[in-house]
């Protein structure tokens, strides 16, 4: 009898491909890589390599020129690597034709990210949501060689030699999947907008701002809520909402996704019941890190998706937190003195912003003057709603 031999399960591992041009130098490339490794390891897949090719713009079939293709088809076959993932949006013929070549599974940035949703989403809103998106991102991009269906059916396995008739099953399947996830959806925000209604004779504050911020752990902090809070990308998916009092004035304060350069539009399309946390606040705390060696940029990306989202600007305290973590290249830069105190950030990013607060919400450091901001931004707004109520 042949002794059984009982093995771990092997972690899929990837290469990370992306461009050099003129939008993209290779000092903002090499951080969008580094941004894309953590979203891969996110996901749970080793990164064993990174490609980058100083290319004009993306060659019309396969994204990468001739030579470095050949360079990543060598890689790929000889390390027996499970997917490549690109850094940009790769076409339906762009996908077809790499996985021709490079026969493994091919990811873009919009997949992976959709893919770490799906994953993360906790409530039967958050799920339907995502998976709507997927489904629509996947419908004009199927090729024989994809496993992602699989998945939904139950992890069949793979289907050796499907051709371009179960090619068309699958879009039929999808197109019906669709239909049901909108039906779904519609009969889940029917069921939700009771709620709302419920919501609306009280302020309310929404949390924003990059991935991987800090906003869940601040949350945890300020309401002493169970909030899910990792140093992961897309810790939460799920919008979560709790009742907050600052000296006897209520308020209702959530917890929202994190935004992330090159965030997929339809998952925005999809996620737009989800986002009516911050189009239907009041006020907004924008958590920057400010640890971060491009956090004025991620700030830029904050700002452009949420005027995309509310079409105008709304009350914001800006929150700049982990000032626990700010290192000797960050002084170096702003030409701060060593020990940087609260006075120094003042004087050097508020530029006459009153509403701005520097805190460390793992230390809980300076947690009482941002109860204190929000307090005056909350107040304004709870006083003209209720003029009365100090005499009640």
Known sequence: MKKLVKT???????VLVALVNQRQSKEQVKEYLEELKFLATTLGVKVCHSFTQKLDKPDIRSFVGKGKLEEIKTLVKAE??????????????QLRNLEKILKCQIYDRSLLILDIFLQRAKTARAKTQVELA???????RLTRMWTHLERQRGGTGTRGGAGEKEIETDRRIIRNQINVLK????????????????RQNMVRVALVGYTN???STLMRLLTKADVLAEDKLFATVDSTVRKMVIHSVPFLISDTVGFIRKLPHHLIESFKSTLDEIREADVLLHVVDISHPSFEDQTEIVNKTLLEICGEQKPTILVYNKIDRINGQFQQRYELEPP???DQLR???LNGQSDAVFVSAQKRENIDELRE???DKVAQKHFSMYPNYLDS
Do not use: N
């Open 347 to 349: 004087s050097t990013f």
């Open 213 to 215: 911020v800090g906003k």
């Open 80 to 93: 027996k690597i499970d997917k490549v993932i690109f850094d940009d949006d790769l076409t339906p013929s």
């Open 8 to 14: 771990a399960s092997k972690k899929e591992t990837a």
């Open 134 to 140: 997927r489904y629509q991102y996947l419908l004009p």
């Open 183 to 198: 039906k779904k959806l519609d009969k889940i925000e029917k069921q939700l907008m009771t709620q709302r209604k419920s």
């Open 373 to 375: 901001a929000i307090y």
């Open 340 to 342: 940087v105190d609260l």
